[in-house]
């Protein structure tokens, strides 16, 4: 006998467990299908990002921050350390518990809002019509292999399951010495070679982490710009810090062959002058995008739309080509941002419950968690150029900031682009000091549809890195008071 839900989610990702508990905070009886392991087998709900993404990334990012104060900062600040070393088995074991907490945080989330959890691969076996002579009230059936096999029908499928790591032609990930995300967070040991294959957010955040911990890191990347996606201004700023402290990266480079052996990887290529070259390394990182995931969903079987890239197809509220089943998250179009699922998964569940959720893509975060942070929302300076909207563009340094003097890092700067006739913001760069962080204050603007003279006219605490922002909405009229 199956089990009937009024919403079944597959997938427990960010996008997937968000939706479920919304859905069941509306007064819907919903399930959860993940299928994530933990190092004992059991359920590791969170996805990527809770598993192998965000959230370890960011665990490492900050023991190998701490490692570089102390061992290249603190004697600024009068702080001495002796016999300073580094314990790599404890920080992935710190890293480790960090990623169990949130798996069973998202496990007590669903235990109170009675979200039914499945351990188990999920997949489609057929529609089910209506007939009111039976319990069944149409849907769609869905089998759960597991420990335990299982069958659910739901009326409404959310599908949330995600993304894996785009490999190389021809180069599997093996995970011992060709690495993707996965591998590149359970490296028990330094290595005094690594290399990684392109300079997105995985490769700087992990080539970061590496690196400070006595790496020797370059990165191959394929475009001849550095951070193509971000404004060029910040992406220029960025890249001179990085240099500075000790990243090799080489662009506009051609990969040719890849041969692995005891001694670790070879990697051939070409450089930007033509240059036929050999780089050697202990291991590789491979971080050259993700795919979307439908692996063992067997859309066959309902006749589920996908993409040339194997991304469901949706509309603009997350409705795929079959009545009642959605789709969110990296599985579907849009940047594949953990946030920006979360944001699907709560207008999805409303939508189901008969309300009007919101998602707006142009107030949509992103940030990359290196030392300097880089943020920005909206779009950037060569952008406007090229769809001929008039602007005009304030900067402030944070060399110029009280609070970021007294932390001692001084490096980047906020960026503030508005419309030249309404004044509306049109986007904010920030390369610096807890960029993450400061963000947040501009996408809560730029929802509000602000001016650059609101934030002008808040005020803002002393000594505080926000300043920075105030003075960059000042700067937009050309009257910085701090610079």
Known sequence: MSKQFDVIVIGGGPGGY???????QLGKNVACVDEWKNAAGGPAPGGTC??????PSKALLQ??????QASHHFVDHGITVKGLSMDVAKMVARKDTVVKQNNDGILYLFKKNKVSFFHGRASFVKAVASDA?????GGYEIKVTGAAEESLVGQQIILATGSNARALPGTPFDEELILSNDGALRIGAAPKKLGLIGSGVIGLEMGSVWRRLGAEVTILEGLPTFLGAVDAQIAKEAKKAFDKQGLKIELGVTVGEIKTGKKGVSIAYTNAQGEAQTLDVDKLIVSIGR????IGLNVEAVGLKLDERGAIVVDGDCKTNLPGVWAVGDVVRGPMLAHKAEEEG???AERIAGQHGHVNFNTIPWVIYTSPEIAWVGRTEQQLKADGVAYKAGTFPFLANGRARALGDTTGMVKMLADAKTDEILGVHIVGPMASELIAECVVAMEFRASAEDIARICHAHPSLSES???AALAV??????F
């Open 133 to 137: 002579t039976s319990a069944s009230q």
């Open 50 to 55: 809770t598993n192998v993404g965000c959230i």
């Open 346 to 348: 709560v207008a999805v």
């Open 291 to 294: 795919v979307p995931n439908t």
């Open 63 to 68: 023991s190998s921050e701490h490692y570089e």
């Open 477 to 482: 009229d050309k009257r910085t008071l701090n």
């Open 18 to 24: 968000i939706a479920a508990i919304r859905a069941a």
């Open 469 to 471: 922002t105030k003075e």
